[in-house]
């Protein structure tokens, strides 16, 4: 199954408890990243304002990266009582839209930032466990040209393939690991040798890399945890949290794994998913040059 994500073109900025805005579009860096790890990508747009991301005539061309339009009649109070920026209601919208009706792909929310943003009217709220990936992701610098990534992506889908596989895997486990020995199961250096593979095929191809921190927000209600559910698994996560490291894939930069069980927010269509949402973003103090 493909894997599909909902993002938008900017990253998001809190301004207070229930409003959020776009602060600033996307980096190239960030599009390289997107173009790297997921077959579809949408960047929902609207008819108030539309904010385009460099080179987006070329991307839209390559089949992957589409920009569905929202049509609101006016951004008025009736709007989410003005609190939310056009660009996170209309992703919420699609996301809402395409999750209910599209069944051939695996679609997520996906934002860059640090926080989750979801239109008022489109939200719900959900008890999760964060699974942060800390330093792990590489991805080629904005000075690459967007088809050689699509080139090297398909002559290296294998590692790729095994790359997503071993992260989903790490998180079916950490819904059935009730306990701290979680740390020593066989999934952890699995995703060690698959990250550590990405890596070097990287480096064989691009000589600057940036490390991304990459997020899942898993939903523990969802229908395709009844069986952890069940068994007791995965509160330990509530009280105290859990960091893993899982070796050092380049010298001298640490890898981490860090779980945690809080509340979040996704869209509502969501509720049936095992992903909630996804969150990323560059580590900007760590460059790797060859």
């Not at 070329?58 to 920026?85: C, H, M, Q």
């Not at 996170?88 to 999750?99: C, G, P």
């Not at 000589?207 to 009844?226: R, V």
């Not at 640490?254 to 069980?261: D, E, N, V």
């Amino acid at each position: 199954m493909k894997r599909g994500i909902i993002t938008n073109s900017g990253k998001m900025s809190r301004i207070d408890t229930d409003s959020v805005s776009i602060n600033g579009s996307i980096s190239d860096i960030d599009v390289n990243y997107y173009l790297l790890y997921w077959d579809t990508i949408l960047m929902p747009t609207n008819n108030i304002i539309h904010i385009a991301v460099n080179r987006e005539e070329e991307l839209l061309k390559t089949g992957i990266f589409e920009r569905p339009k929202v049509n609101f009649s006016s951004w008025s109070s009736k709007l989410n009582n003005g609190a939310y920026d056009p660009f996170v209601v209309a992703q919420s919208i699609v996301a809402n839209d395409i999750i209910s009706k599209d069944k051939t792909t695996e679609w997520t929310i996906h934002q860059i930032g640090e926080q989750i943003a979801i239109g008022n009217e489109q939200r719900q709220e959900f008890d999760s466990i964060k699974v942060e990936l800390i330093n792990c992701l590489p991805v080629p610098s904005e000075n690459i040209n967007f088809q050689d990534i699509l080139e090297f992506k398909e002559k290296r889908k294998n590692e790729l393939l095994a790359l997503h596989s071993t992260i989903d895997d790490l998180y079916i486990d950490i819904l059935n690991s009730p306990d701290k020995d979680f740390q020593k199961r066989k999934n952890i250096s699995e995703l060690t040798k698959a990250i550590e593979n990405i890596d070097a095929v990287s480096n064989e191809k691009f000589n600057i890399l940036s490390k991304y921190n990459f997020t899942t927000e898993l939903n523990i209600n969802g229908k395709d945890l009844a069986v952890a559910l069940g068994g007791g698994a995965a509160f330990d996560f509530f009280t105290s949290g859990l960091t893993i490291p899982i070796g050092t894939v380049i010298a001298g930069i640490a890898s981490l794994i860090k779980i945690k069980a809080s509340k979040t927010i996704s869209v509502e269509k969501a509720k049936c998913k095992l992903k909630l949402n996804y969150l990323a973003d560059a580590n900007k103090g760590n460059i790797i040059k060859n």
